[in-house]
């Protein structure tokens, strides 16, 4: 468990917040909190959104069955276009670590745009027979095409299912790279009693989308008690919304801040202390590009975030530097969410490049890391869920030039541009 900030905030979050010696006996196994909590809460567990009433597709009150295909390789393997010593010099200090072989590319933002290099690749990773992918493409090529690219090949390899373990590792720049490399090395798991949960969500009117990112919070709050763990809450209310409903102080231990004007730019004390000892955050909330649940991601700039898991459901939370889908914003848009998680110290992020639909995907991220699996696992297990849902062929998923500024055609492949972040291998958290 990381320090908090100052003295008056240990004394603050004192009955919020308990040193792993003095956490009650856990509970009920995650299974059975899990089935409680969406017994309680109204969430259907769905094989496919055709499955879910229009009304809870729109309040997302249904969460995806993963999809687990076992790995038919056992290798681990690099993919990168990295040309800079400092990264470099890192990656293969984790392709020692894990006896795995790096694949270079001349550049992977070409991968979209060049069927010959796709194919390639294909070859070289159906000969490497790889159990974890882990992709660290350049900053600047990292890019939502490049990450439809990646799908349509890996799709390609496995004869048409995800059958390895991805995630990306990614940072602003090198020496970010390097850093959450050398974390996963030094990965050491978490107790479940350790992991200190935090959840903040956005509350913007009474209405049932309103409420939605709150009702989710409430779910999350609810499961940790089952397994007998403190989960302090905040709920950011925006401007527009009106006083706080009754179901806030069941959910929002922290308190509620109140958006007056742009977007919150610093937590108050208390909950900058908070967030500083949490080891797991999840946010549930809308987002565009440098701003999540109606916090600036400068707000995050001076919170120490050492080894954490960031699960976040807001839009654009991991908007690439060199965006395919908002090019005209490249060189002058806010950083994201996900780059000052990683630069602040996170192990693991999940977020997304675009339009993020929020709880039904991040659930079966968590449920998977809960579990105790690998980073590269969970990742695999929600994207299967979304590949077996979609009307696309994995052939077709490459935006061409043209659909690129087509709106529909944008809408079709947006709920594949989930991204992980973090060693395909890690384990952040074991029962």
């Not at 509970?27 to 109204?42: I, M, P, Q, V």
């Not at 919070?217 to 409903?245: H, Q, W, Y």
């Not at 055609?409 to 947006?414: F, G, Q, S």
Request: charged share 20%.
């Amino acid at each position: 468990m990381k320090k908090l900030l100052t003295t008056s905030v240990i004394s603050t979050l004192g009955s919020l917040l308990a040193v792993s010696h003095g956490l009650p006996a856990l509970g009920l196994s995650l299974e059975d909190a899990t089935d409680a909590a969406f017994r309680r809460h109204g969430i259907a567990r769905v094989s496919s959104i055709a499955e879910v009433a229009p009304r809870d597709r729109g309040n997302k009150s249904f969460a995806f069955k993963p999809v687990h295909v076992v790995p038919s390789g056992n290798a681990y393997v690099i993919v990168t276009d990295q040309t800079d010593p400092v990264a470099l010099k890192s990656l293969e200090k984790l392709a020692r670590f894990h006896s795995g072989t790096i694949i270079q590319l001349k550049n992977f933002r070409n991968l979209y745009q060049t069927q010959g290099e796709r194919a390639a690749l294909i070859e070289k990773l159906r000969a490497a027979n790889p159990k974890y992918v882990a992709l660290a493409p350049r900053t600047e090529n990292f890019s939502e095409n490049g990450l439809l690219a990646i799908w349509q090949l890996l799709l390609r390899v496995g004869n048409g299912r995800l059958n390895v373990y991805p995630s990306f590792l990614v940072a602003a720049d090198s020496n970010g790279l390097a850093a959450l490399v050398d974390r996963a090395i030094k990965d050491q798991p978490l107790r479940l009693r350790d992991v200190h949960p935090l959840v903040l969500a956005q509350y913007t009117d009474p209405n049932s989308g309103g409420m939605r990112s709150v009702e989710k919070a409430a779910i999350m709050e609810d499961l940790f008690r089952g397994l007998g763990l403190e989960c302090p809450g905040l709920i950011v209310r925006t401007n527009s919304a009106p006083a706080k409903p009754a179901v806030f102080p069941k959910i929002g231990t922290l308190g509620t801040i109140q958006q007056s004007g742009p977007p919150i730019q610093q937590f108050p004390p208390e909950v900058a202390g908070a967030l500083a000892a949490s080891r797991l955050l999840l946010m549930f909330g809308h987002g565009k590009t440098g701003m999540s649940c109606s916090v600036d991601v400068n707000a995050y700039r001076n919170i120490p975030m050492k080894d954490d898991v960031v699960l976040c459901g807001s839009c654009f939370s991991c908007t690439p530097p060199a965006s395919d889908l908002v090019a005209d914003s490249n060189g002058r848009r806010p950083e994201s969410l996900a780059m000052r998680a990683i630069a602040n110290g996170a192990q693991v992020f999940w977020g997304h490049m675009h339009k993020n639909s929020g709880f039904p995907e991040l659930f079966v991220v968590f449920e998977s890391l809960m579990k105790g699996e690998p980073v590269g696992q969970s990742y695999q297990q929600v994207m299967n869920a979304i590949f077996a849902d979609t009307k696309l062929a994995p052939q077709s998923f490459i935006l061409s030039d043209q659909e690129l500024a087509d709106k529909d055609a944008v809408d079709e492949r947006n709920h594949m541009l989930f991204v992980m972040i973090g060693d395909p291998a890690a384990r952040p958290i074991f029962e």
